[in-house]
Nanobody, 121 residues
Framework: VQLVESGGGLVQTGGSLSLSCTAS????????MGWYRQAPGKERELVAG???????HYADSVKGRFTISRDNAKNTLFLQMNNVKSEDTAMYYC????????????????WGQGTQVTVSS
């Protein structure tokens, strides 16, 4: 299974951006999917997760601003980023967990190559 992210780019503070992660297989086969980000010099952070296709999880830093969703027909995971801030600047990665694996207790099974998001003031 391959995960391919897209949609990153340069956006101004307060603006919006939508990231996509397209899987080579059926996303409905995954127990969970999520978005991580990592900025230079900082630890990797789980930004948003989607478990069993219905339960969402968000980092406190993005609650109310980011929305994770999935389109099974398109085999694609999305991250809608609204009211972005400079601290959202990072490389964003898509991850997926296979059946029986969960976001908070297992390492991901699949990982994308990342898409860069840069927020300018």
């Amino acid at each position: 299974v391959q995960l391919v992210e897209s949609g990153g780019g340069l956006v101004q503070t307060g603006g919006s951006l939508s990231l996509s992660c397209t899987a080579s297989g059926s996303v409905s086969s995954f127990n969970a999917m999520g978005w991580y980000r990592q900025a230079p010099g900082k630890e990797r952070e789980l930004v948003a997760g989607l478990s069993s296709g219905v339960t969402t999880h968000y980092a406190d830093s993005v609650k109310g601003r980011f929305t994770i969703s999935r389109d099974n027909a398109k085999n694609t995971l999305f991250l809608q980023m609204n009211n972005v801030k400079s601290e959202d600047t990072a490389m964003y990665y898509c991850a997926a967990w296979g059946r029986g694996h969960t976001i908070f207790f297992d390492e991901y099974d699949y990982w994308g190559q990342g898409t860069q998001v840069t927020v300018s003031s």
